[in-house]
């Protein structure tokens, strides 16, 4: 009987599988799958390692028995290697804490939904000013600077909307783009449930936030970081 063994290799960007005939060494098949966190960035997701361990594997088994001569029965072994050592922490149940619903103050998000640059001349003009609402919080000079960081990456900016449209709907919305990201929200009452026994999302609960996507910017302790550096 034939035998044949699954190598996987995590890279910086994708990790790739492979089924190796262990008589000669031939590769019978192969699948590669790209993290979709980071946008081709070194970022380390441990979900997009979970995932790509399971696509990459169920791929290459996949394209070894297209070549007749394979079957997954006859697979003895796996080995997996690593361009470097990436460590990471768990809680008690060896669960990544990036997996967890804690410490997620600087999550890396996906882009989503529709592209400024598939916008009309009066839609970009509406986006901006809808962004300019938020930056314009900002002290005058320092908005300028970001209005025209946010302006140089129109095109790379997406616009996702989740809800209704009429004047009394409750709604999602997220702004991204390289260089700002704003979050728009209704929430469920709180303090108010005797008015709002349903306790669903309404217009009278809102969360807003402005942020630098992944600039560490949020949850970042600031004070302790100061102190370790100088003493006092």
């Not at 697979?75 to 990471?88: F, L």
């Not at 768990?90 to 996906?110: H, I, Q, S």
Request: charged share 20%; with cysteine; glycine share 10%.
């Amino acid at each position: 009987m034939k035998a044949f063994t699954i190598g996987v290799d995590y890279g910086t960007n994708s990790v790739r599988a492979v089924v190796i005939d262990c008589a000669d060494g031939r590769e019978v098949g192969a699948h590669v799958f790209n993290y979709p966190s980071g946008h081709n960035l070194a970022r380390q997701n441990p979900a997009d390692y979970v995932q790509g361990l399971e696509e990459t594997v169920v791929g290459a088994l996949t394209a070894a028995e297209a070549s007749g001569e394979f079957k997954r029965d006859a697979v003895i072994g796996i080995g997996v290697d690593t361009t470097g050592s990436t460590p990471i922490p768990v809680n008690g149940d060896c669960v990544p804490l990036g997996m967890t619903e804690a410490f997620k103050d600087n999550v890396v998000l996906n882009y989503a939904g529709i592209k400024a640059s598939e916008l009309d001349a009066s839609q970009q003009s509406g986006l901006l000013d809808l962004i300019g609402l938020y930056v314009g919080n900002m002290r005058e000079g320092h908005a300028q600077v970001r209005m025209s960081e946010v302006e140089a990456h129109l095109d790379d900016t997406r616009f996702a909307w989740i809800g209704g449209t009429r004047d009394d709907a409750v709604f999602y919305y997220r702004i991204h783009s390289p260089v700002i990201l704003i979050e728009f929200d209704h929430q469920s009452p709180i303090a108010m449930r005797q008015y709002f026994p349903n306790r669903l999302p309404n217009r009278q609960h809102i969360h807003a936030v402005v942020r630098t996507p992944n600039g560490n910017d949020y949850g970042k302790d600031l004070l302790r970081q100061h102190y370790e550096k100088h003493e006092h």
